[in-house]
């Protein structure tokens, strides 16, 4: 299991990295954390004449907490790094909580948030998580930057609409209404593996009835998605079993998943609407102050 | 035992003033190299000039090999040689294991396919180049044209022998095999409750860390093989090895250096073993293959793949009265060497009457030719299959009769004034604690309370369950027993050769090999204990075909038991002949000296001796002893031991589980066992045994499973898919240890390694049945699967 | 031919100039080019952590990072721990709690330990299952080598803890 051979391209700065990706005209890949990459290569399922490694764009590291409350990540943020950032877990504990089921430690010491989004793995948690939160994604290419919905960017189950010379840079979280209450639920066989399937939701109790209410889920669609009609369910009346069946319902509804070796569809169905409704208990519970009794 | 020496001293409060050894908690010997990455595995061995061998292995299940075209390899820069099995022939004769049990058909081992392959994953050419990496690069430039055959993937269709894989054995048939005892019709006819089905264990592998490695070197000038392996059975290699090249056993040494585990994947003669030396036969070169992960998950010998009917007849009481058993066993594309393809199917009926009383028995067993990885040996072979069938439907007649499981089993235990019982399939229990394993685990869970406590966790709406089983295994067995049904070789034996140098220093040489398993600590604590030294003084010498006449290596928990059988007759006799040599140089009576801790020395006075002074005096001091003494009380012994029959082993197990209705994943709140190994060794290295089968019964019992498409495709070709536990799903363990007393074979020691294994598949499934109500009849149990059956 | 690349890397406090293929893993690095074979490849895809080790403190799976990529990075290899004759403490602990078998796993293990512990993983049986969750044993049933980490931890005390080590569940899978 050794990678075929490639040329070595140690980038220093995103304008370097995007020269060194355009000049391969498609056959250079970028390497960040390489923890989903090197896996490819060492099965040799993929053969790049070139890595562009970024892992020397310092710039790209870091998390700036903005001044309206949300964060600006840069795309080299190691997974470690997301799961111990205080600004993280004050302003986006879902997010914390998703880091928790991220692989193990000496892969999260390596991966990368942009590695993971640009490798869009339908059961991978950060995906999810841009998905959620409305995220932005700056991206670098030849003519220049442009930004992209969360929601666009991922285009099949490990496809994104990166052109071959494009580079993610940053991601932007707008601020979540403060406080709010938030549940993440995910299911897999093994700890750290990818999931089958994961629920996490995030809402505010404004006067008893649940409001700013976003639901995402993964693992049951070639892409992790938002589910507009589950929201709705919820959205403006208080969480009760009621509205949490359903939301779940419309989460089943919605979703078409798919089936491999660890799940059917119809198992991956039932599963993800379990985990809504789990999310969503957790949810209410934390945004009515509840939360001691949150599982 | 005739063969023990009449040597043990007559003064029993020397012995109980001697330090205990054998039972001592002594830390690893192995440890200090282990735990600083200064071990040597065969991945690690680098020689002059060493050429780095990679191989080309079929993507089809069956079909034929209608060209090869190696051009474009061997442009490759860098390639020194590329194989195909045609540059094979006249330089090996591939070994064919041959069984004189009922109804076998052998087929060979090939070095490389030839003319057609058989399995996925199956070595069709062999690349030899300078590196790893471009062995890999060149081998994917090698051209196969392939006509595909019919794939027949489910061994219940292939018994129908309209494909067959191996046209020359005239059947896909390899075993068909019956066991039989008393009027099993009369039984069922007189039953109270029968209960029974289909019962499934799905494919496994046993994935040791370290996968397996093999380094060649031959040595033109002495014409002398040197084949460094990961295996088990180095004896076996060298051996075999010695026939397919036509070479004497003293010119080919087998060594198995430090090896990751094993836990049976590592007990056959494979393909790439064969070709390594034969290029390295070719080339005058040293050449080295490591297997990588996905090679493992298509090369290596498979296991557990079975599909059992059976029946259990019981009457009002909840007594046994008689079993009925069809076996299907997916062997795979070839019978292994040496093992054959009857190995584990037939072990399936030899102990799925496990440890009960069993009046009537009827079973059929039938070994099946697939076009998949081979079947071969994983720890336990058979019998958690076995047990997880046999304690399904102990738990399903105990339901139908209305009893207590435990109660159950305690009604249909073989009791202690039963010993020796002869079982259903012939197999005979020799005195072992059935009873007192399966008191001292509901003792150590407190079964009642937790009973009780069960039903209130239910009351409150979760799915909790109790599972409770026992089983019984045979270990270290002796030349009267085939380790594996008719089968070519003599597994009853291992000889140690113990000896004081010149310089005083002991060696003690095993024809046995460790994989992991700790026998440098724990024969050196034998043979200290025996021969009076310390565990310090004695260097463990294994896995070296060189150092002994005749070994075969670990396997079918035999090493403690025959090795350490070995070590205890050589070291007393060693013992035996120091004191003697002593005495005469301290004018005393053998029978006033005493040896301790490598101390030899008069009781009462201040007279003694060091070993060392003992061996100066022996070898060096000419004139201090008669000559006949360095002509006939040799400071050396090399004794063999033969258990003869095998030495039973047993344990019950307790596994308190809960199922999450939602995902369906299956958590184990609680796990107890408690097994029977005899006279302990080491109780660390005991446990540690334990606590290792038990933590892979965890993975076969909730995650593993070798799965292929109905093509011969194997869908599970990485960790990724193919699930092994981690230190999450295994749960802690409560493992306590039964020795009861075994006076038969010479030490007491009875045979351990296998046992967690095949208690746990069943304890775990017993348990989620009671959880959910439900009757489990396959493993792995999977969400999935406890989904569907639940009703959605 | 794809011309082999410079690198400068400092392995166990020495410092080794060498030229490497791009694509060779940093683990075939260690063990041919620099014959610290104390690291071992287990899968080559992740998933089993025998291959864990040190690179600029942190552990990292050797087998899904390249040589080139550890160009002028300190690296730590189970041969940087202590040797047969003087033992580490968290190797001693292993040793003392029968916390290896076959001892393929353990220098990955023991990377992986020493990283869980400089970075505050709490001193409780399910955290330490959860950090060690990366690694792969196929001997020991783990209960072992938990007890040794654990009896490790206590050892080390608070100040065991590397100074950036945040009190932060390292490991802790839901």
């Known amino acids: 299991m050794k990678p075929p051979p490639f040329t070595y391209v140690a980038a220093t700065s995103v304008a370097e990295a995007v020269a060194a990706l355009a000049a391969h005209d498609g056959e250079a890949k970028v390497i960040a954390g390489g923890q989903s990459l090197v896996p490819m290569l060492n099965f040799r399922l993929l053969a790049p004449a070139a890595l562009v490694d970024i892992n020397g764009i310092r710039e790209l590291d870091f998390v700036d907490a903005t001044a309206d409350g949300g964060l600006r990540i840069g795309a080299l943020t190691r997974h470690y790094t997301l799961l111990t950032s205080p600004d993280v877990a004050e302003r986006f504990p879902v997010l914390g909580e998703a880091m928790r089921h991220v692989a193990h430690l000496a892969i999260r010491n390596r991966g990368t948030i942009g590695g993971s989004l640009s490798h869009a793995d339908p059961a991978a948690e950060l995906p999810m998580m841009v998905t959620l939160l409305d995220a932005t994604l700056t991206v670098a290419g030849p003519g220049g930057e442009r930004q992209l919905a969360a929601a666009d960017f991922f285009d099949g189950a490990l496809t994104t609409v990166l052109a071959e010379d494009e580079l993610l840079t940053t991601i932007t979280l707008p601020p979540l209404p403060q406080p709010h209450g938030w549940g993440f639920h995910e299911f897999a066989q093994r700890a750290g593996d990818f999931a089958l399937a994961a629920a996490a939701v995030v809402l505010t109790a404004d006067d008893g009835a649940a409001a700013n209410v976003r639901l995402a889920v993964m693992g049951v669609d070639e892409n992790p998605s938002r589910i507009a009609a589950a929201e709705a369910a919820l959205v403006g009346q208080p969480v009760s079993d009621d509205t949490i069946a359903a939301a779940a319902a419309a989460v089943r509804e919605a979703v078409d998943p798919p089936e491999d070796l660890h799940g059917s569809a119809t198992y991956r169905r039932h599963l993800v609407g379990g985990l809504v409704e789990r999310a969503i208990r957790d949810a209410w519970a934390r945004a009515t102050g509840n939360a001691g009794g949150a599982a | 035992m005739d063969n023990l020496p009449e040597d043990l001293p007559a003064d029993l409060n020397l012995m109980e003033m001697r330090p205990k050894i054998i039972g001592a908690r002594v830390q690893r010997v192995e440890d200090p190299r282990l735990l600083t990455g200064t071990g040597q595995y065969t991945a690690d061995i680098k020689l002059p000039n060493m050429a780095h061998l990679a191989f080309r292995r079929s993507e089809m299940a069956h079909a034929t090999i209608d060209n090869i075209d190696v051009s474009a390899a061997l442009a490759v820069p860098g390639v020194i040689a590329v194989y195909t099995a045609e540059d094979f022939y006249g330089q090996i004769t591939p070994p064919r294991a041959e069984s004189k049990t009922e109804g076998f058909h052998s087929t060979p081992i090939l070095p490389l396919a030839d003319g057609k392959v058989r399995h996925v994953g199956e070595v069709v050419v062999a690349v030899v180049a300078e590196s790893r990496y471009i062995a890999e690069d060149a081998a994917e430039h090698i051209e196969i044209d392939f006509t595909p055959l019919p794939v027949i993937a489910d061994p219940r269709e292939a018994v129908k022998n309209e494909v067959l894989l191996h046209d020359d054995a005239g059947t896909n048939v390899l075993v068909d095999r019956t066991f039989g005892r008393g009027e099993v019709d009369d039984a069922f006819s007189q039953a109270a ?147 054959t393809a009857a190995l584990e199917p037939v072990q399936v009926i030899s102990f799925l009457p496990g440890p009960y009383r069993m009046p009537a028995y009827a079973a059929r067993t039938r070994a099946v030719a697939t076009p998949k990885t081979p079947l071969g040996a994983y720890r336990g072979i058979g019998r958690p299959t076995a047990t997880f069938v046999m304690e399904r439907l102990v738990d399903l007649a105990a339901r139908a009769a209305g009893i207590d499981p435990v109660e159950m089993r305690r009604r249909n235990l073989v009791q202690p004034h039963e010993f020796p019982y002869r079982t259903g399939s012939g197999l005979v229990w020799d005195r072992v604690g059935f009873i007192e394993s399966l008191d001292a685990v509901t003792d150590s869970i407190g079964y009642d309370d937790l009973r009780a406590e069960q039903l209130k966790m239910r009351e409150a709406g979760r799915k909790v369950g109790l599972g409770v089983v026992c089983y019984a295994e045979l270990g270290g067995i002796g030349s009267r027993i085939a380790v594996a049904p008719g089968m070519p070789i003599n597994t009853g034996v291992e000889t140690a050769n113990i000896r004081i140098d010149a310089t005083g220093a002991i060696t003690a040489n095993f024809g046995t090999a460790s994989n992991g398993q700790g026998l440098e600590t724990t024969l050196a604590q034998v043979v200290a204990e025996e021969l009076g030294c310390r565990v310090e003084d004695v260097e463990i010498r294994h896995g070296d075909t060189s150092l002994m006449a005749h070994g075969s290596g670990s396997y079918a928990s035999r090493s ?134 038990i933590a892979q019964g965890v993975g076969v019992a909730l995650l593993e499973e070798i799965i292929h498409d109905e093509d011969g495709q194997i869908l599970t070709a990485s960790l990724v898919d193919y699930v092994l536990p981690s230190a999450v799903e295994v749960p802690i363990m409560d493992v306590m240890h039964v020795e009861s007393e075994n006076p038969d074979n010479g030490t007491g020691f009875r045979g351990l390694g296998e046992g967690g294994i095949i208690g746990a598949p069943a304890a775990i499934a017993n348990a989620i049945a009671d959880a959910l109500d439900i009757d489990i009849r396959e493993i792995p149990i999977t969400p999935e699967k406890l989904f569907r059956q639940t009703g959605n | 031919m794809i011309p082999k690349v410079p690198i400068t890397v400092t392995v166990n406090g020495r410092t080794y100039e060498r030229e490497v293929p791009p694509r060779l893993h940093l683990a075939d690095f260690l063990r041919e080019d620099l014959h610290l074979t104390g690291t071992h490849v287990g899968c080559e895809h992740g998933i089993c952590g025998a291959c864990t080790i040190l690179l600029n403190g942190d552990s990292v799976r050797s087998c899904l990072t390249f040589a080139v990529q550890a160009n002028g990075a300190e690296i730590t290899t189970v041969e940087g721990l202590g040797t047969p004759d003087d033992l580490s403490p968290l190797q001693q602990a292993f040793r003392e709690h029968h916390a290896l078998q076959c001892g393929f796993c353990t220098p990955g293990m023991l990377m992986s330990t020493i990283d869980l512990m400089q970075k505050g993983t709490p001193a409780t049986e399910e955290a330490v299952r959860g950090a060690l969750s990366g690694n792969l044993c196929r001997c020991t049933g783990y209960e072992n080598i938990v007890r040794a980490v654990l009896a490790a931890m206590e050892a080390a005390g608070p100040e065991g803890k590397a100074a950036e080590g945040t009190e932060n569940e390292a490991g802790a899978n839901g």
């Not at chain 2, 014409?223 to 059975?233: E, F, I």
């Open chain 2, 560 to 693: 403690a038991v025959l090795a350490g059988g070995a070590a205890t007759v050589s070291a007393r006799e060693v013992r035996a002949n120091v004191l003697k040599v002593a005495a005469m140089i301290m004018e005393v009576a053998e029978s006033d000296i005493d040896m301790v801790g490598s101390r030899i020395y008069v009781p009462g006075t201040d007279r003694e001796m060091t070993l060392k002074q003992v061996a100066h005096t022996y070898y060096q001091e000419m004139g201090r002893l008669p000559k006949e003494v360095r002509e006939e009380v040799p400071l050396e012994s090399t004794r063999s031991f033969d258990p003869y029959l095998g030495t039973a082993a047993c344990a019950s197990h307790a596994a308190l589980v809960e199922v999450d209705p939602v995902t369906w994943g299956v958590k184990i709140l609680k796990y107890a066992a408690a097994e029977d190994c005899g006279r302990i060794i080491n109780p660390d290295v005991a446990d540690g045994q334990m606590r290792g089968g």
């Open chain 2, 193 to 339: 409750h029968i209960v029974g089905g289909d019962f499934r264990t799905t494919r496994k592998t046993a994935s040791p860390i370290e996968a397996r490695a093999a380094v060649c070197e031959w040595d033109r000038g002495r014409r002398t093989l040197t084949l460094w392996s990961a295996t088990q059975v180095p004896g076996v290699i060298r051996d075999t090895i010695g026939d397919v090249f036509g070479l004497s056993g003293s010119h080919v040494r087998v060594i198995a250096p430090d090896v990751g585990g094993g836990f049976g994947c590592k007990t056959c003669l494979y393909p790439e073993e064969m070709v390594a030396c034969a290029a390295a036969i070719k080339l005058g070169q040293p050449v080295k293959w490591v297997s990588d992960r996905m090679e493992d998950l298509v090369g290596t010998n498979q296991a557990f793949d079975e599909y059992v009917h059976a029946e259990l007849a019981v009457d009002a009481e909840g007594h046994i009265l008689g079993l009925r058993a069809d076996v299907v066993g997916d062997s795979g594309a070839y019978s292994i060497y040496p093992w």
